[in-house]
């Protein structure tokens, strides 16, 4: 479960006094955060405690993450001149995710760790309009206008990105999350036009690996076909679409992660329940199935409440009937 | 197209100093800032000046809109006694309206007016949650939570809304709009549990009006059958859903209304054309079809472009082979 930290009291605590971006940084503080949900819950998987924009800012690019607001990138880029401030990223750029995920490996034992890594898409939005925008105006301007500037920083984002995942399952990583958390604002064509290409070329850098690529984004029931298509073995899927419907989109063969839905947390048991049997049942109609919550953990939520899920999910998967 | 004042220079010299709730209650400012957009840019028909939030305002919640913000409410409902704090609403209660729309119908002459309301899945987000909410955590909350007191809420704004329409109709409006802004962040199966029964009330309420009934939402892609079953004549479909797809999804017999990105003014002319070509072309398979964007003007449109591609639409469908 992403972002399951920011409901634990352990997180806020070791976060008081340390920004986000420092905090990526750190490896012994990175190989906590990312455990902290796994003794909590038991979950099958960990997943490396990073943000998005941390290959970025290695690659050269002033930015910060404001508490409550977000990635907020000084210089925006419109432009080839901005396009080419984002140098090639090495591996020694990245070290400190590298010490964090070795550090991570021996701690988690067999619970394998899934990398993380924002798409270039996300990225690029983040880096054109400067900050979060609901609209992503300045970025579709960009792309409508001036395509070979859009292409060029898409490019060049997606090389970024491939190094980074591959620094990661380098360091022992058994599985990456490419996350285009902002591509659902886009309709199908325009997502094949301007952003397919520049995922698929990240995702099909990795499959030499043979570690499972997972890809997810929010609002994406128009894009699961051509995520699939993008190169992915897993789609993530939010809570908007029921995975029996997204398993036949997202193509044959492919698993589905997901899709309770994270506000669900706030209901009575029962209901809550009743909601995780749905799930699981919908995700036997792919060939796999992660299951997850449709987006990130709200902070708000009560961790017993997601260590009660993990329990029911593990009851019922585990058991004879069930899924493996 | 919704919104249009936004960019409009002559909207904001005239808001400068009127509070948004202020001006909606303003009959001659209603009327002035309506006819804008219909004089700037020749569009086919009007859409009523107004805020989801007037008429709970109207039913006596304490409430004001912040600039930037949004509607903020001052004590969110979540228990029956906030309920009781939503009385019932009177056409008296709304007068500023009767008298806007009859003052609008006199200068529009045959341009037709469409009224605007929000609906009541929308409406209770904002009661609930007090404010904004990207997650609907409390929304969601008190639906799965306290599923009687949810509907006893819903029930009450679905009977407000559908007098605030009937008083649009009788003062002249020629459509409606219900306006389901947040919807897309429900699955299907929880709209329609939760909100389908209590927008299908409203549009059925006006039936016998026989003045068509617009349905829309953002991010409806898996929503749009069930906005049809809800009553509508013409379901609004926002830029991620082709508007061939979506003539399916609705269903047989309804129209389809959109679906332009409203991003899409911010690239070359060449590249809108096309935009606008290709929506027509898609809205074709429905039996009728509204060209309009796929959601609101964006305050940093430039009037001109809109003005451009109004007449574009005109010169597609005046002429032989175009559609009427």
């Known amino acids: 479960m992403r972002q399951a930290g920011r409901s634990l009291p352990e997180y806020r605590e ?3 006094d340390v920004p986000m971006l420092a905090a990526c940084r750190q490896p012994d503080l990175v190989c906590e955060i990312t455990l902290q949900p796994v003794r909590r819950h038991g979950v099958d998987a960990a997943i490396l405690f990073s943000d998005i924009v941390v290959p970025v800012a290695a690659a050269g690019i002033d ?27 090495t591996p020694a750029d990245v070290s400190f995710v590298d010490e964090a995920i070795r550090l991570l490996v021996r ?16 990225l690029a939005s983040y880096l054109v309009e400067g900050g979060p925008s609901r609209t992503h105006a300045r ?41 285009d958390s902002w ?17 698929a070329h990240v995702l099909s850098g990795l499959a030499g690996t043979g570690v499972p690529r997972i890809h997810f ?19 993530g899927v939010d809570w908007r679409t029921p ?27 029962p209901v809550i329940e009743a909601e995780v049997r749905r799930v699981l049942a919908e995700g036997r109609a792919a060939p796999g ?35 493996p």
């Open 139 to 179: 970025t579709k301007a960009l792309m409508y206008g001036a395509p070979a500037v859009w292409h060029a920083l898409c490019a060049r984002l997606a090389e970024i990105t491939l190094e980074f995942l591959r620094v990661q399952v380098s360091a022992g990583a058994s599985a990456v999350q490419l996350f």
């Open 183 to 199: 591509a659902g604002a886009l309709s199908e064509a325009d997502y094949r036009r301007y952003v397919l290409p520049h995922s």
């Open 107 to 122: 701690e988690l034992g067999a619970t394998p760790l899934v990398g993380f890594a924002g798409a270039p898409f996300t």
């Open 14 to 16: 070791l976060r008081a």
């Open 243 to 269: 995975l029996d419907v997204a398993a036949r989109r997202v193509g044959h063969g492919r698993a589905v992660q997901g899709n309770l839905d994270p506000a669900t947390v706030f209901a009575p048991w």
């Open 63 to 89: 930015l910060d993450i404001a508490p409550g607001v977000g990635p907020v990138v000084a210089e925006p880029i419109r432009d080839t001149a901005g396009v080419e401030r984002l140098h090639r990223l």
């Open 217 to 235: 984004g929010v609002g994406t029931a128009e894009l699961l076909r051509a995520m699939g298509e993008a190169g992915a073995d897993v789609v």
């Open 289 to 323: 199935h992660v299951f997850n919550l449709g987006h990130g953990v709200l902070p708000q939520t009560a961790p017993e409440v997601l260590t009660r899920i993990v329990a029911r999910v593990h009851a019922a998967t585990a058991g004879p009937g069930g899924q």
